[in-house]
């Protein structure tokens, strides 16, 4: 036990299954829980859709609200969540003094915009002149900034007066899995006392699945667990709109302040196997070594998302360890590409802070566990590239 040691005192989750460490700690540990599920709004694809949220209880101006798109509102509101259950929220030295990480993608595109360059551009031979065109009359400033990633924590920054130093990780699951390294290691080096990290995404746009669909990651037809989706029609992946931040503290830190966290966050390790060159698998022996996993029954918070090569890999990666528990979380809220990885941290840590393990989300794939989960391990297997674990502990 060091006073550096990196503690998880603040979770906000939004997804399909509602806001808030408790509402998803109750959907999540009941036997039999049930997908939420739009299979008509995109079809033929399937997606996991957000809850009905009011934005106000995060986001008190509406002026800020406009200018977000949703999936910036989505992040800023999930912040908010993980500061409120930290304590710190409307604490202006502690938020004065918070550093931030935030794994974040394109933003979301003009979709009315877009299908109008394209519809004008069936009746003009002059592309370049009706491009810009459209630039100038079409494109507001404010619009064309709304796309940058790195708003994501301008907004936290404005909304929820985090003014520490920020930095915004892009590149889908990897993004996440580098936004909780980096955000621990500033903790154990004493660089940093206390952070926010976490990440947000929007699927309920055309454009957001069109990058999934663009390479064929999309599964098509009717649903099916995670671990189920090997031979059927597209590629494997269901996507959920969703958001979660944690807030890591040191130990030092938590304590002074009087605070309980929820679990200490362990060792967190990643790779980025050459996958055309087949060494997915022994990335992930290598992973599993380097993240010290303890012996006996482990409960395993998966972040795979259904790609069919992705999963087929971390499938047997796991069944190849018999010690371990797997839990694709992601059967019930669909995958959300830059959050993904901080979700899974956080679903590890609400099961060891509650001694409980989580019900198999598949039984006809994943095993029971009766034992009492004194460390939990969280890992993300990247659909396209990058591969991530991270073991958490009781604090």
């Avoid at 998880?8 to 829980?33: F, K, M, N, Q, Y």
């Avoid at 009746?123 to 619009?143: A, C, I």
């Avoid at 080096?189 to 990058?211: I, R």
């Avoid at 006996?296 to 999963?311: C, E, I, Q, V």
């Amino acid at each position: 036990m060091s006073l550096n040691d990196v503690v998880i005192t603040g979770i906000g989750l939004v997804s399909c299954l509602g806001e808030g460490p408790d509402a998803h700690w109750r959907a999540l540990s009941a036997p039999g829980a049930a997908p939420v599920l739009d299979a008509e709004r995109f079809a033929p694809y399937t997606v996991h859709p957000l809850p009905e949220i009011d934005w106000n209880l995060q986001i008190a101006k509406r002026g800020d609200q406009r200018q977000m798109e949703t999936w910036q509102r989505l992040g800023t509101y999930a912040a908010g969540l993980a500061l409120d259950d930290a304590g710190i929220k409307g604490d202006e030295a502690l938020c004065a003094t918070m550093d931030m990480v935030v794994a974040a993608g394109g933003g979301e595109r003009d979709v009315a915009v877009d299908s109008a360059i394209l519809e004008a551009s069936t009746g003009r031979p002059d592309f370049d002149v009706l491009l810009n065109e459209k630039l100038t009359t079409e494109l507001r400033p404010t619009l064309f900034l709304a796309q940058l990633s790195n708003l994501l924590a301008g907004n936290i920054s404005i909304v929820h007066k985090v003014t520490g130093s920020s930095r915004t990780f892009m590149g889908e699951e990897g993004a996440g899995v580098a936004a909780v390294d980096i955000a621990a290691a500033r903790i154990r080096s004493g660089q940093s006392t206390h952070m926010l990290v976490g990440g947000a995404f929007q699927t309920e746009h055309p454009d957001m699945l069109l990058g999934y669909e663009l390479a064929g990651y999309l599964h098509r037809g009717p649903w099916k667990p995670v671990w189920q989706r090997q031979g059927a029609e597209g590629g494997g992946v269901v996507s959920g709109s969703g958001g979660a931040f944690l807030v890591l503290e040191s130990r030092e830190h938590a304590e002074k302040r009087g605070r309980k966290a929820y679990a200490e966050l362990g060792p967190v390790v990643s790779g980025r196997a050459r996958r055309t060159r087949g060494e997915l698998g022994a990335s992930l022996d290598a992973l599993f070594g380097a993240a010290k996993l303890p012996d006996g029954p482990l409960l395993t918070l998966s972040a795979a998302s259904g790609g069919h090569a992705a999963t087929k890999a971390e499938k047997a990666a796991l069944d190849a360890r018999p010690d371990l528990a797997p839990r694709a979380f992601g059967s019930l809220t669909g995958h959300m590409k830059e959050a993904q990885f901080p979700f899974a941290v956080a679903l590890a840590a609400l099961a060891v802070a509650n001694g409980a393990p989580y019900p198999p989300f598949d039984p006809a794939n994943e095993t029971a566990m009766d034992e009492k989960p004194r460390e939990a391990l969280a890992t993300a297997i990247g659909y396209h590239q990058f591969e991530g674990m991270a073991l958490v502990r009781a604090a």
